[in-house]
């Protein structure tokens, strides 16, 4: 399997990685400084932030390319942009409003990551039928079905 140059994969990588250093780090400092919500917001930028994003971008950079490929999504590049800029903020609004106890802030973070993961199946329809692609599509559809179980926990958080 070889890896394609999608500039937009190749952030999302860039970015996801970043984002499961930044947990790590967070998840260092929690206990000696008393974060009350440091291993949520580790645990979530490890798994949503970083590995979220570093499986769109494995979607985006195994994807074939030459003659036998299936043909792109009319745009993808225009989309994979797209989809980077909307995840990310996505998530940061999710881990702000979290932190700020602000739960439609983390709702309306909750809808950008659905959009981001809308962009990811569109993008999906350019992998060749088989394993790899219905795997992906499997991990990208346990995200979205994750997603309204986190924005029930914020809301019961916050009622109390």
Do not use: F, K
Request: aromatic fraction near 4%; hydrophobic fraction near 60%.
């Amino acid at each position: 399997m070889t890896i394609t140059p999608d500039r937009p994969g190749v952030a999302m990588a860039a970015i996801g990685s970043a984002a499961i250093v930044a947990g790590g780090l967070v998840a260092a400092v929690t206990g000696p400084l008393g974060l009350a919500r440091g291993s949520w917001a580790a645990a979530y930028l490890v798994l949503v932030c970083g590995v979220g994003q570093v499986a769109m971008a494995a979607g985006r950079l195994l994807a074939p390319t030459g003659a036998d490929a299936p043909a792109a999504p009319h745009g993808a590049e225009r989309w994979g942009w797209q989809q980077v800029v909307t995840w990310s903020l996505a998530n940061a609004l999710v881990i702000a409003g979290t932190l700020a106890a602000a739960p439609w802030v983390v709702d309306l973070g909750g809808l950008g990551c659905v959009a981001a993961l809308v962009m990811a199946w569109r993008q999906a329809r350019a992998l060749p039928r088989g394993v790899a692609r219905g795997a992906y599509q499997a991990v990208l559809a346990l995200m979205v079905v994750s997603i309204p179980v986190g924005l029930v926990l914020t809301h019961l958080r916050n009622a109390r």
